[in-house]
């Protein structure tokens, strides 16, 4: 028992430093850049690690909302421990996206910032998806999941509509390749339609027991 | 995930200072005038791997720099590596490592439309008489970022000149090769432009003096990222209307298809004058990067009207610049 309890431990450390590598290979080229080494940020490296940033934030949320399709196609029920690990670095990468962006592209200027918000509508869809998130992540705590009941359950599933405002502001942004925006839209719509079957089987079993 | 295409072989340390690239241009001119040998040269010559002797004798024939800037240059590094060249792919680093393969020679340039020269030519045919001078332009491209380059090459009137245009013709387009075999990406199933890449400027525009045809950077030829062997700089314009690798010439009556208009015409006009009152609707052009940008020290300057080039305003007098942005 104790055993197996320390497995599981050690498993959540080492999945938890797994997901910081990506922070951990931004810190180290930003090193490099202030080094004057060789480095993979480019003549505009504010606005690749914005955009680093930002791609990072989807994959997280592509990990966070495969767990429960994997748990119920593969049975790794397990999996389902780290969920909130996964959906706590969504947030903390969309947190470093806009504050990349904040910081370097901005530069703090806040007249900008409000110009940005109130007159370009990607910037303000990106902005109201990351409200969401701190939402979900002030929230996430064990106490919260027992004081809310079921109220929890609805918050947090409001994770898709977060993903389809995340997508829609890489859409809006499209401009020589839809590549990337109809790659993440692909994805996020098998995420969407794998809950809807499962809800059809899940009624469907309800009602034959 | 992006994040490990991106590789570099230079640092910061390896790029030529201004003071030491203009002695450089000194020696270059010195040792020509003294007659030495291209070989004695070798180390100065175009570095640029297949340059044909003709292209490296008509790049040592430069008369020098023909215009003042007191801009300072963009090193040779950001030059050659933060380039928009989709048909290498749409990363800032992809034209760089993906032009590996790419083959600037043998090159050819067809003229049609309106015009008493028309053919196919060979490069080296269509340049032969053009002047080779070396200018330095602010080249400003409509993401916001910066750059200032010091080009070799010749007017684009001298070469209208030599092509002869009717009086029928009332604007020029110039078409990019789409050639499958040379750009990786045109065979993109996910790209938003309908290849091959064309852009075009009205006929008094192109005739301006600042109007240019690059054939090299730096003092030596056309890197294929930035264009090779052949392209436009028309410096009071966002980056975009500055077309690389010219395969075509057309002389035309009517504004002519030009690619990025055609992909969204509220994002992009036609004219693509640079213009810090009319902001694109992602974001403001008020500002630019001037590149290379640090991480806290963005080296954000304001954006001029007409990118610091206000001789040309009288190219658009009467003209609502708001609306034919």
Not at chain 1, 136 to 165: D, G, N, Q
Not at chain 2, 149 to 160: E, Q, T, V
Not at chain 2, 251 to 273: C, H, L, M, R
Request: aromatic letters at 14%; glycine letters at 6%.
């Amino acid at each position: 028992m104790a055993k197996s309890k320390l497995k599981l431990r050690f498993l959540w450390w080492a999945l938890f430093l797994v997901c910081l590598i990506p922070l951990l290979y931004n810190v180290w080229q930003i090193y490099l850049l202030f080094a004057g080494a060789d480095h993979k940020l480019g003549s505009e490296p504010g606005k690749e690690l914005v955009d680093h940033f930002g791609e990072i934030t989807l994959y997280f949320l592509w990990f966070t909302l495969a767990i429960t399709p994997i748990k119920k196609w593969l049975g790794w029920s397990k999996l389902m421990k780290y969920r909130r690990m996964f959906g706590l670095y969504v947030f903390f990468y969309a947190s470093l996206h806009i504050l990349s962006y904040c910081t370097f592209l901005l530069e703090w200027t806040w007249f900008i910032l409000k110009e940005d918000i109130v007159q370009r509508p990607y910037i303000f869809v990106g902005l109201v998806a990351w409200i969401g998130l701190l939402v979900l992540t002030v929230t996430s705590p064990k106490w919260m999941v027992k004081k809310l009941k079921k109220k929890w359950v609805i918050i947090h599933k409001f994770i898709y509509l977060i993903a389809i405002l995340v997508v829609v502001h890489e859409w809006m942004q499209l401009r020589a390749s839809f590549y990337d925006p109809l790659l993440h839209a692909v994805i996020l719509t098998v995420l969407l339609c794998s809950r809807f079957s499962f809800l059809k089987k899940f009624k469907k079993q309800a009602r034959i027991s | 995930m992006r994040i490990l295409k991106y590789k570099t072989d230079l640092s910061e340390n390896d790029v030529t200072p201004k003071e030491i690239f203009m002695k450089r241009r000194e020696f270059m001119v010195g040792s020509i005038a003294l007659g030495a040998s291209l070989k004695a040269l070798s180390v100065d010559s175009p570095k640029i791997e297949g340059t044909p002797k003709w292209m490296q004798d008509k790049i040592l024939s430069s008369k020098g720099m023909t215009n003042k800037s007191d801009d300072k240059l963009t090193p040779l590094h950001d030059v050659t590596s933060h380039n928009n060249f989709y048909e290498f792919g749409t990363h800032k680093a992809a034209p760089k490592l993906k032009s590996g393969g790419f083959k600037a020679f043998p090159w050819e340039v067809k003229v049609s439309g309106e015009c008493a020269v028309t053919g196919t030519f060979d490069l080296e045919d269509l340049i032969k008489e053009m002047m080779i001078e070396e200018r330095i332009y602010r080249l400003r491209c409509v993401e916001g970022w910066s750059m200032v380059i010091p080009w070799m090459g010749f007017s684009l009137a001298s070469l209208i000149k030599k092509l002869q245009p009717t009086s029928n013709a009332k604007y020029i387009q110039f078409v990019t090769s789409d050639d499958k075999e040379q750009f990786p990406a045109i065979g993109s199933r996910f790209s938003t432009i309908d290849w091959p890449y064309r852009e075009g400027l009205r006929m008094d525009e192109a005739m301006h003096d600042l109007s240019f045809m690059a054939i090299g950077l730096y003092g030596d030829a056309l890197p294929a990222q930035n264009g090779a062997p052949l392209r436009l700089v028309v410096p009071w314009k966002y980056g975009f209307k500055s077309i690389k690798s010219i395969v075509e010439i057309r002389f035309v009556e009517e504004q002519p298809y030009t690619t990025w208009n055609a992909i969204s015409d509220k994002e992009y006009g036609f004219y693509a004058n640079v213009n810090p009152q009319v902001d694109h609707p992602r974001w403001s052009q008020a500002t630019e990067k001037r590149l290379p940008s640090g991480l806290f020290s963005s080296n954000r300057i304001e954006t001029k009207m007409f990118n610091g080039y206000p001789q040309v305003a009288g190219l658009y007098k009467g003209m609502d610049l708001k609306k034919y942005f």
